[in-house]
């Protein structure tokens, strides 16, 4: 079909362009959505918070409207299509429109466009959300159309993940309770070698070491609760020292190192988690384990409170028990 009338064409032309800009400022407009989770929302209005029932009243029904924008700009795509081949021609017309619907997309998305089209929709809002709440039953259908709108899934894809929005959370936790919520999601990740106390920095007492006066002093100077007891050397630990319990020693009959000491011995692997520690620690009601590897050989020691310290990020520090973290006392004692 033909028109040779200049009116005509400028009245299609000025139709088109009409048409387009009303697809702009439809796919341009972006509700505002609540900043709370509908999770979160839905606890609220369990205890009868009626700005969170508003709230998630209204998000609900902003699913429609996203449905009703995707029918909308759908509508307008078609209208202008057929607009375009009638004002250009087809062969023209099917050009000018692939063009603009290649184009709507990005230029619907310039700032000052959009923000635009946003008041526009916010003086809208109301009556529109008045209409599907009167047609439940219409949008329904348009709901089960796919669309490309807001969604309240909250879907974590990653323990990495949830650590950033723990520690993005502001004030809604505390600085400990971020600590520990991180701690323990990579807790069972971490192996012990990576927070024992190394061989080098391991005091130890030879079994047949006499444990008088100077060696109690020099003993607690050490700054631990436990030593482990040695026959030959650190390969070959044969008991715990708990120099607690040599408190109450009659320093007048001096005994052995071996007598003293308690015998069970009990040892992980470095390449355990501290989850598995932890169950070792809960299950032999034991303090300290040996680390060794592969050979068997000793590559350090690992306290219930290194466990602990792990679990909840920070130091812990007991009345009775003011220097049983060992890496710290080895690191003390370095020149």
């Not at 929302?41 to 508003?54: N, T, V």
């Not at 998630?56 to 429609?64: C, F, N, S, T």
């Not at 219409?138 to 309240?152: C, D, Q, W």
């Amino acid at each position: 079909m033909s028109y040779n009338s200049d009116g005509m064409f400028a009245f299609l032309f000025v139709l088109t362009a009409m048409s387009f800009t009303l697809l702009l400022i439809v796919a341009a407009a972006h509700p505002k959505h609540s900043k709370l989770t509908m999770f979160e929302l839905e606890r609220r209005s369990k205890l009868g918070d009626k700005y969170a029932i508003k709230s998630m009243e209204r998000e609900k029904l902003l699913v429609d409207v996203v449905s009703l924008q995707s029918m909308a700009v759908a509508l307008l795509q078609v209208v202008i299509f057929s607009l375009s081949e009638l004002t250009f021609g087809w062969a023209v017309g099917i050009v000018v429109a692939i063009f603009l619907a290649m184009g709507y997309g990005a230029t619907a998305n310039i700032g000052l466009f959009r923000n635009w089209s946003n008041k526009i929709y916010g003086r809208l809002e109301k009556p529109i959300l008045s209409l599907i709440q009167k047609h439940p039953h219409i949008f329904k259908v348009l709901r089960s159309a796919p669309t490309g709108g807001h969604t309240y899934s909250l879907h974590i894809d990653s323990r990495e993940e949830l650590q950033h929005l723990v520690a993005e959370s502001d004030d809604i936790l505390t600085p400990d309770e971020k600590k520990l919520i991180v701690n323990s999601l990579s807790f069972n990740d971490q192996l012990v070698r990576t927070i024992m106390t190394p061989r080098a920095e391991i005091d130890t007492i030879k079994k047949a070491e006499f444990l008088g006066p100077l060696a109690l002093d020099d003993l607690h100077k050490t700054g631990h609760s436990k030593l482990p007891v040695i026959s030959n050397d650190i390969d070959h630990i044969i008991g715990i020292l708990h120099l607690e319990g040599l408190l109450a020693l009659d320093i007048k009959r001096s005994t052995t190192a071996e007598k003293a000491m308690e015998s069970k011995v009990y040892y992980i692997h470095q390449n355990q988690t501290l989850q598995h520690a932890l169950t070792e620690f809960l299950t032999t009601r034991h303090y300290l384990l040996i680390v060794t590897n592969e050979n068997r050989e000793t590559v350090g020691l690992i306290t219930l409170t290194d466990v602990i310290e792990a679990l909840l990020g920070r130091e812990i520090v007991d009345e009775f028990d003011f220097h049983d973290n060992l890496r710290i006392v080895a690191s003390r004692k370095k020149p």
